[in-house]
Every structure is written in structure tokens, then in C-alpha cells.
């Protein structure tokens, strides 16, 4: 059998996961930082944690744990504060140089200076817009003063009322003028409107206010720029001004010292002046001096971030090992692949010999008893194919991995619903784009929705080139027919049959527009009896005729359940090769065999209908025929012209009993036999071991119990012990046996197949629909936009068309079609292709490299 099904995919890497091994390490403790350090360069041993049972702050290396998470907060404060300087940190790998005990305490001392500047720097700024908005008070107020006395001069010559604004200070005659105050400030504009009214509300009247916009200041609280307003509030009584300095506060005003006389003013003036400028000098040299401290953490910022990052992962891998303090050992259990178990040994004793110990690492197989993880070495062509199939499950250890196959049926699939060579040029040409430009786009941040495009830009291309073959055979560029590979078969005719000729004795079909035939010269299309098709594709005389549609519908409906009948094979056909691999010989007679004659008894035979359909040109109404083969088996043909194979109605019944008999096949012997077994083995634990080795079988300490072991108990033996069936899930591995569970699951599984036949069939149904309506759309676009524009015979209006024809074509078809046909291509094969056999229920190897530390950082892992 094996032979038999041998088609070369064993050679394939992506076929199956790569073979684990599961070692046991034994690390001296002088080296144990160095060997991981080692391993973690080599990146290809995914450690096991030995220590579950210990919280992080029991662990052996937890106060390093500390001490380097502490560090990388310093580093992100330093980064916050390069970042804000706006600098960009040099971007170099870590050389290692540094011991961590010097990084760590310099630092400490980086950041205790970087705050101490930031510190003085923030209280320097404060006073500095302190004096400024002090000397802006000084200015405006005192210009309210000047006016002020302006006008008591004046109303010293003029007798009468005075006016509302007169002042308050220096009135002849008035014994109360010592008692008047006054406070200046300033106060964001904003708040002016609201700040008057609560003061004229609180001393009911009984003060003065004068304010002046001054423009945009700093505040010296927030260190903003706001726009600000200057007052004056003159007063009587110690309980209006306690009422204004509270307002004052509740609104945020600045309030500064003013002296009323202006020989004071200009002293107060000056200094304030002086004060300025030296200022302005202390605080340049602190900005100097900080920037340059700022530009020496950028220069060093990402290699001590990376050498942080590396301490962290190796403490974290230290804390996974056990330690043996009798002989001051670390043990270690790792993960590694066979192929790859060379290099890591070489790694090691690489790193014995540059360790000043000299100790080598004993490394040293172990047979595992849980399942191994699933590793497929993949390139950047394969990866984006193996990311859509790990987005729906990882697969189990060593089963097959449906990228092989889905790296050609998924672009095939959307290129079905896709189909338009004039698009896929455009597709083409991005993801050359992308190719081509990879070195450069690879090492720029291209935000999450260009990165999305990025990663897939091998998909991208694939789907390109598919939908440009597709499209050559639907004979369509831009919904525009072609005649690449040549003008219709068609030709025009009399009503006698004869054709019709021109002056010079001619056929004329090629001369004319086939609709001419009808409309110009009433005659008639046909192909002539003994005329071969076109050569490659669609016949272009279909377009825009009535019957475009019945026809291209007729076409793609039944092409799409030729591909997805096929498809959904190829899924059973791979459940084979998984029981093969897995001697589960219980799941290929009474899951595999049953599942093929059902699927293919029915619509395999609906499939072979559809070819000799076409083959023979036959107008047999296939409905009629699938329909009827249920109701009326081996009725329903009425007209013996309607027989597509001879003895077609026999031949239905069969298919159809056979393909009922399949459903108990599937449903009932597999549970039974495992009872079976299950109650042979539980007599068999009554006799001695050694005849209970030899009935059923022992794990054995060899090359092949180490690679397979957990993935042949989730799969089931055909052969031994048995508690084993072909799903991996878990009735009767590693618990007791339960029949019922058992019989549910099976029946479940055997319901789910046969009503899935029905449903998947009809959801492969969709490629049909897709590629009708982006038929539909780029011809609406094509007719009533481009060519409206063009039959307007103006060229304003060629433009716009054009310009609008662009628009939808990149917009909606290239944009949102193409996102549609990708997710109905997806779907496909996540639910009717992959659930024929694919568990995707493992786990992927998740080495401890250095390479890779980066983005478990920034997924929150390290």
C-alpha cells in the first residue's frame, strides 16, 4: 500500500513536521550561563519547564529575573526620553562586551543624572516663564497705571460727574484711598468671561477690573503655550481681597508682586530684565549638556537593550532547569530536531572549550510520553502559506500538513472567482512591487495593514499569475473579450444553411462584427458540424449576447463541482496517508474506504455525468437526473435520449445502495472493535507480563519509540493495544476506556461526513458565484462608466469616465473583490478541505533563540 500511494511527497520537507527528540542536558553550574547563551545562539532547542510546580519567585534565578526586568525599565525611560528629544537610537547588534554588573550600575547612574537634569532643567523652565509673565505684568499693568494717572490730571481741571472708569487711587479729597488695594496677574483667556463674573458676583460689585490681551506665553505650570490675558483687580477690605485670592486660585490665575510706584517699576523692570538673560544662559548649557547626554544613550540604547534582552531569556531558561546541588549540575529537557541534533552538540562543545571550566555538557536522548511539538522548516515562500494554515490549527506531530498541496489550490481556487488577466496584471505588478523592493521594505516599520501585504506578497504573486491564466481561459481583460488565440468558430448563415458570402465570393463572418449577422445580413450563427472549438478558452462571440449568461453560468456551476469534488478528495486521500503513517489500519477500512465510496458513489458520479455531458454535447437535464436518482431510484428517464451511460439506471441503484451501506460502515465497526480490544486487553492484564509483552506490544527504547511515540497513541494502532482510533481525541488515550463516548463521538463523525458531502459540494458552489458577480461588476463598469464616457464623443467627459472607471476598478474590484475572493478561497480550505483530515490540534516548536527575542518582547512572552 505504501508503495502503491508513494507519489514522492516523503521528499518533500513540508509533508510532514520535522522528527523531535527529546534530551535530557546536564550543565555544569560554572557554565551554565555560557552553554545557554550558546544554545541560544544556535536557536534550535525549545526547553521544557521543570519547575511548574514554583512560582517565578521561587525559581533559582529570580533575583537576576529582577535585576534585568529593572534594568529594561530603565531603558524604556531612556528610549521615552530620546524619543521625545527627538533622536533616533543607533541601531546595531549587542557585542557583548559588557558584564551585566557594570551595565547595571551605570545605569543606575545614567538614570539618576538624566532625572537629576530633567529635574533642574523642568525648575529652571519654571522660573524662566515665571520671570517671563512677571515681566509681562509689569509691562501692561503698568500702562493701566500711566492711564490712570493720565485721567486724574485731567479730572483735576474738569468739575462734574465722573466717569464710570475714573480711578480709584489718588482722588483729592477722599480719606479712604489707603485703604484700596489692587492684584495683578495673568490668566488664560479662555477663562476671562468667567473669572470677571465670579468676582463682580462675590464682592458684589465692589471692585475694579482692568485685563489686556498679551498673546501667546508659557505657563509655567504646565510648561504650555496658551494664550493669556493681564489684570488688574483693585479692591477695598481684607475680605474682597480674600475672596479674590480665592477665586484666583479656583481659576488658575498667576498672580505676581506689583509695585504701584513707577520708580519701582522700572527698578523691578530692569532686574526682572537682568534675571532673564542670565537665565536664559543657564538654561542653554543644562539643554546642551542634557542633549549631549541624550545623544550618548541613543548611540548605546539599542545595543544595552538587546544584551538585556538576552540575560532576561537565559535567567528565564535557567529557571526552567532543575538543580542538582549534590553534584552542582543544572538538568535540563529540551526539544530538539533529529536533523538538527548535530549542530546543537557542536554548539556545546564549542562552548565547553572557550568556558574557563572546562566541563563538557552531557547531552543524553530521553523516550517522551507527551507529544512532541510540530516544527516545519519553511522560506519566505512557504511561510505565508504555512501562517494560513497554522491561523486555523497547528498541526499534530508528524500528520500531514495541507501547505503542500494548498500552495498551489489556494491561488488556483481565487483565481477561479478572480478570473480577468487584465486584473491580474495589476496584481501582478504590486506584488512584483513588494518582491522586488523586499531588502528595503523588510527592515522598515510599513504599519499593519502594508506589513499584512508584505508578509503575503508570495501569496499575492501566485494569485496573480493564476488569475492571469484563468482569465486567458474566461477570455477576459477587463470584462473587454479577446481574440488571442483567435476570432469565434461561429459563422453567419442563411436561413438555407448556406453561408453567407460577400462580393468577391468570401465568407464574411471575419470580416464583421458576429452581431452584424443577425441585425445587418438576417442570418443566423452557427458552428459549422465538422469545426473544432477555439483553440484556448471562452469563444468570444459569447459576449454581450442573451445568452452570455445561461451559458457562462451553466459552465462555471458545473466547473466549480468538478473542483470541489476533486478537492474534498484530495482530503481523504491525505486522512489515508495519516493512517498509513500511523498503522491506524482500523481507520483506513472503516473510515477511509467508506468516506471515499460515499462521496464518489454520489457526486463523483455527478461528476463523470458533467464530463460525458460535455464530451457528447447530450441536453440531458441533470437535475433531473440527481434528483430522481433519490426519489425514483433507477426511474426518471422517460426519454431513452436522456441516458448518458448505457445501462444508466442500474448503474444508479447500485451507486446508491452502496453509497447508503457506507453510512453504518462508517458508524458501527469502529467502535466495536475497539470494545473488542478493549476487553481483550483488560483479560489479557490477569496473565503474566511477559505474555502480555508479547500479545500487545511494550514501548520499546528505540530510534523509532522516540520519535513516534505520542503521535501513534493520539492516532490509534491498528495492530496492538488498541484503545487507539484515527482522530486523536482523546476517548480512551491515557484514561479508561468508554464505550459510550466512543459511539457518540463515531456517530458524531459519521453525520457530520454525510451531511458535509451535501453541504460542502454546494459550498464550493461560491467559486461559481464569485466569478459571476466579478464578471458582472467589471462589465457594468466597463459598459455604463468607460464607455459612456466615450460614446459622449467629449473629452471632459472621457476624463471623467476614465477617471471614475480607475477608481472602481482599483477600489472595488482589485480591493474589495480581491478581499472577498481570498476569504471564500480561505474558508474553502479551513472547513471543506482541511476538515477531511487535518486535527490541527499540536503545538509549534517554539525554540529559545536570540533571534526571535524581539517580537516574544513585544507580544508580551518574555
Not at 156 to 170: C, K, N, T, W
Not at 275 to 300: C, P, S
Not at 318 to 336: F, R
Not at 422 to 436: R, S, T, Y
Request: charge should be negative; include cysteine.
Amino acid at each position: 500500500m505504501d508503495k502503491l500511494l508513494d507519489f514522492g511527497f516523503q521528499n518533500i520537507d513540508l509533508w510532514r513536521s520535522e522528527e523531535m527528540e527529546l534530551v535530557r542536558l546536564l550543565i555544569p553550574s560554572e557554565s551554565a550561563h555560557d552553554t545557554v547563551a550558546a544554545l541560544g545562539e544556535v536557536g534550535l532547542l525549545q526547553f521544557k519547564d521543570m519547575n511548574t510546580e514554583k512560582s517565578a519567585f521561587q525559581r533559582t534565578y529570580a533575583n537576576q529575573v529582577k535585576r534585568c526586568d529593572e534594568m529594561a525599565r530603565r531603558l524604556r525611560f531612556f528610549t521615552e526620553q530620546v524619543e521625545k528629544a527627538g533622536l533616533t537610537p543607533t541601531v546595531h547588534s549587542a557585542s557583548g562586551k559588557h558584564e551585566l554588573d557594570d551595565l547595571e550600575s551605570r545605569l543606575e547612574e545614567l538614570e539618576k543624572e538624566l532625572i537629576s537634569m530633567n529635574e533642574n532643567t523642568e525648575r529652571l523652565d519654571r522660573t524662566y516663564n515665571e520671570l517671563v509673565e512677571l515681566q509681562v505684568v509689569l509691562e501692561h499693568a503698568g500702562k493701566f497705571f500711566d492711564k490712570a494717572k493720565a485721567s486724574v490730571r485731567a479730572d483735576r481741571d474738569y468739575a462734574g460727574v465722573q466717569e464710570p472708569d475714573a480711578p480709584l487711587l489718588e482722588v483729592p479729597g477722599q480719606d479712604k484711598v489707603s485703604r484700596i488695594g489692587f492684584v495683578a496677574g495673568t490668566i488664560p483667556a479662555d477663562k476671562v468671561m468667567g473669572f470677571e463674573r465670579l468676582l463682580f458676583r462675590a464682592t458684589r460689585g465692589n471692585m475694579f477690573l482692568r485685563q489686556g490681551s498679551v498673546g501667546e506665553v508659557k505657563d509655567p505650570i504646565t510648561n504650555e503655550t496658551v494664550s493669556k490675558h493681564v489684570f488688574v483687580i483693585f479692591f477695598a477690605g481684607d475680605r474682597s481681597r480674600t475672596k479674590i485670592m480665592k477665586i484666583c486660585e479656583a481659576f488658575g490665575a498667576n498672580r505676581y508682586p506689583f509695585p504701584d510706584d513707577p520708580a519701582r517699576q522700572r527698578q523691578m523692570d530692569s532686574e526682572v530684565t537682568a534675571r532673564i538673560r542670565e537665565l536664559q544662559t543657564t538654561v542653554d548649557m543644562g539643554l546642551k549638556h542634557r542633549k549631549a547626554l541624550l545623544q550618548n544613550l541613543a548611540a548605546n540604547l539599542d545595543e544595552w537593550t538587546s544584551l538585556v534582552r538576552r540575560e532576561k531569556a537565559i535567567y528565564h531558561t535557567l529557571n526552567k532547569m532543575n538543580v542538582d546541588v549534590t553534584s552542582k549540575v543544572l538538568v535540563a529537557e529540551a526539544w530538539v530536531p533529529t536533523i538538527a541534533k548535530s549542530d546543537v552538540q557542536r554548539a556545546l562543545r564549542e562552548s565547553a572549550e572557550n568556558s574557563s571550566t572546562q566541563l563538557n555538557v552531557i547531552m543524553q536522548p530521553v523516550v517522551a510520553h507527551g507529544q512532541p511539538p510540530t516544527y516545519f522548516r519553511t522560506n519566505k515562500f512557504t511561510a505565508a502559506f504555512q501562517n494560513i494554515v497554522d491561523s486555523y490549527g497547528v498541526a499534530k506531530y508528524r500528520e500531514v500538513n495541507p501547505t503542500v498541496l494548498t500552495l498551489m489550490t489556494f491561488p488556483f481556487l481565487f483565481s477561479v472567482m478572480f478570473g480577468d488577466f487584465g486584473h491580474a496584471i495589476l496584481m501582478i505588478a504590486f506584488a512584483a512591487l513588494l518582491v522586488w523592493k523586499e531588502k528595503q521594505l523588510a527592515k522598515q516599520d510599513l504599519g499593519d495593514m502594508l506589513q499584512l501585504l508584505f508578509g503575503g506578497r508570495y501569496v499575492i504573486l501566485l494569485m496573480g499569475i493564476f488569475s492571469f491564466y484563468l482569465g486567458l481561459i474566461y477570455n477576459e481583460f477587463f470584462s473587454m473579450p479577446t481574440v488571442i488565440f483567435g476570432r469565434t468558430k461561429f459563422k453567419c448563415y442563411h436561413g438555407d444553411g448556406s453561408e453567407i458570402v460577400n462580393d468577391f465570393g468570401e465568407p464574411i463572418t471575419n470580416t464583421i462584427d458576429p452581431r452584424d449577422c443577425q441585425m445587418v445580413y438576417e442570418g443566423v450563427l452557427k458552428m459549422p458540424p465538422d469545426s473544432a472549438p477555439l483553440v484556448f478558452g471562452v469563444d468570444p462571440i459569447w459576449h454581450g449576447r442573451k445568452t452570455e449568461l445561461p451559458y457562462l453560468n451553466s459552465m462555471k456551476m458545473k466547473m466549480s463541482i468538478l473542483l470541489g469534488v476533486a478537492h474534498m478528495n484530495f482530503g481523504i486521500i491525505n486522512s489515508l496517508y495519516n493512517n498509513l503513517y500511523f498503522r491506524d489500519w482500523l481507520s483506513v477500512w472503516c473510515e477511509f474506504v467508506p468516506q471515499m465510496i460515499f462521496l464518489n458513489f454520489i457526486f463523483g458520479y455527478l461528476c463523470i455525468l458533467i464530463v460525458i455531458k460535455w464530451c457528447t454535447g447530450k441536453l440531458t437535464d441533470l437535475y433531473h437526473v440527481m434528483i430522481y436518482m433519490f426519489l425514483s431510484p433507477g426511474g426518471g428517464f422517460d426519454d431513452p435520449s436522456q441516458i448518458l451511460i448505457p445501462g444508466q439506471p442500474g448503474l444508479q441503484v447500485f451507486l446508491l445502495l452502496v453509497a447508503f451501506v457506507a453510512v453504518p460502515w462508517m458508524l458501527l465497526p469502529k467502535p466495536l472493535i475497539l470494545k473488542k480490544r478493549h476487553e481483550a486487553l483488560e483479560a489479557a492484564k490477569g496473565q503474566s507480563s511477559v505474555e502480555l509483552t508479547q500479545n500487545y506490544g511494550a514501548l520499546a527504547d528505540d530510534e523509532e519509540s522516540r520519535h513516534r511515540p505520542a503521535a501513534a497513541a493520539a492516532h490509534g494502532d491498528g495492530h496492538g493495544g488498541g484503545h487507539g482510533g484515527g482522530h486523536g481525541d482523546g476517548h480512551g488515550h491515557g484514561g479508561e476506556f468508554n464505550f459510550g463516548e466512543v459511539m457518540v463521538h463515531q456517530m458524531i463523525h459519521t453525520i457530520e461526513f454525510a451531511l458535509g458531502a451535501v453541504s460542502n459540494t454546494a459550498s464550493y458552489l461560491r467559486l461559481w458565484a464569485l466569478s459571476l458577480a466579478h464578471s458582472q461588476l467589471a462589465g457594468v463598469f466597463y459598459d455604463r462608466v468607460l464607455m459612456a464616457g466615450i460614446a459622449a464623443n467629449n473629452v471632459g467627459a472621457m476624463i471623467i469616465a476614465f477617471f471614475v472607471f480607475a477608481c472602481a476598478t482599483l477600489g472595488v474590484l482589485m480591493v474589495m473583490e480581491s478581499l472577498s475572493a481570498f476569504l471564500h478561497a480561505l474558508r474553502l480550505h479551513w472547513v471543506e478541505y482541511q476538515n477531511k483530515f487535518y486535527k490541527g490540534d499540536g503545538y509549534k516548536f517554539m525554540p529559545f533563540s536570540f533571534a526571535t527575542l524581539k517580537q516574544l518582547e513585544d507580544a508580551g512572552q518574555l
